[in-house]
């Protein structure tokens, strides 16, 4: 099924990118976690082939063709060449590598493109620690992840490899008959089982409130209840998880947009965010909080609102530090 099929199907109605300037970069930004600077990084690829995700409009960011491998690497050169300058490439402590959709789908970005990026984050970025790459669980090889550890391991001190995936809601029903995720439990655990035992890390996507069923109280729970199930992962496993919590902004073209223009949604309101956070006090995990929508939301349609900007400041707080005095 193509990508447009899969698209319609799943009742989205944006159109693909197709004038993105060849070599640049989709987007990039900064975030400042515990661990030190860090660049969100989003190349220009091919759209994600899963495509049916509720919520989801980043594909629209993406084309629906596919981008060959000198395309991407012209991105990477642009990056290193024209975007970080020295100081930023020499403080770097984590760099999160995107597409919108799945880095590790061979179909959708190049293998010989992301060994060039490894080669030129070697080179440029010696202060590195993690190197972040998002995937849909189904596209991860440990074949290719092994070469890509080893990779990291060359450069003097080595980077640690995490894993991103998107879980988005606990709620089994919620998450994949409503959400249309396609990931099941023991999809996710047997994912967590293999990285843990090659010691890499994970990084876990959740949405708070992600579909128009949920009230604000069941969003709460959801996320309370996925800090208590990955801090037993995480036990369990002696693996580092950090979970991504990002409140659900309205992106224009999908279903959750239509059911916003017909009063069946509102995004989550940013009290209750940190109302389910400070459920992982004392867990093993980490959370970090995104706060950017990436501007994708439609008008009305982000989880900030006027009034908000002292909770804003709390949570970049509380992502740079973990400190959950900051919440209460």
């Known amino acids: 099924m193509s990508i447009e099929t899969r698209t319609k199907k799943a009742g989205k109605t944006y159109a693909f990118t197709e004038d993105h300037e060849k070599g640049k970069l989709a987007q990039f930004w900064f975030q400042h976690p515990p661990e030190g600077l860090t660049l969100f990084l989003v190349l220009y690829t091919q759209a994600c082939r899963w495509s049916k995700c509720l919520g989801c409009n980043l594909p629209s960011k993406m084309s629906e063709h596919h981008v060959p491998f000198s395309d991407i690497m012209m991105q990477i050169d642009y990056l290193f060449n024209n975007v970080l300058d020295e100081p930023e490439q020499k403080n770097l402590k984590k760099i999160i590598l ?36 998002e995937t849909r669980v189904e596209y991860i090889d440990l074949a290719e992840l092994e070469v890509l550890s080893r990779a990291l391991q ?51 996507y959740f949405m708070m409130k992600p579909v128009p069923q949920m009230t604000e109280e069941a969003a709460i ?37 239509a059911a916003f223009e017909k009063g069946d949604y509102s995004p989550p309101l940013l009290q209750n965010v940190i109302r389910a956070v400070l459920a992982g006090q004392n867990k093993r995990i980490s959370i970090y909080v995104g706060l950017n929508d990436e501007g994708l939301a439609v008008p ?12 804003v400041q709390q949570l970049e707080k509380f992502n740079q530090t973990q400190d959950y005095r900051l919440l209460t």
Not at 101 to 126: Q, R, W
Not at 171 to 187: A, P, Q, V
Not at 300 to 311: A, C, K, N, Q
């Open 98 to 133: 995107s597409n919108n959709g799945s880095v590790l789908d061979e179909a959708t970005f190049s293998t010989t493109a992301l060994m060039y990026f490894i080669a030129k984050m070697n080179m440029h970025c010696p202060a590195l620690k993690v190197l972040s790459i």
């Open 154 to 204: 060359e450069k003097n001190p080595p980077t640690q490899l995490e894993i991103a995936v998107g879980f988005e809601a606990f709620d089994e029903t919620i998450r994949n008959e409503h959400f249309n995720k396609g990931l099941t439990i023991e999809e996710f655990e047997a994912m967590a089982a293999m990285l843990a035992s090659y010691r890499y890390h994970l990084k876990v």
């Open 221 to 257: 729970h959801d996320i309370e209840k996925a800090i208590q199930y990955l801090d037993k992962i995480s036990e369990k496993h002696g693996i580092p998880i950090n979970m991504h919590l990002n409140p659900t902004y309205v992106a224009s073209g999908t279903p959750l947009a």
């Open 300 to 311: 009305g349609g982000s989880f900030l609102r006027p009034g908000d900007e002292t909770m």
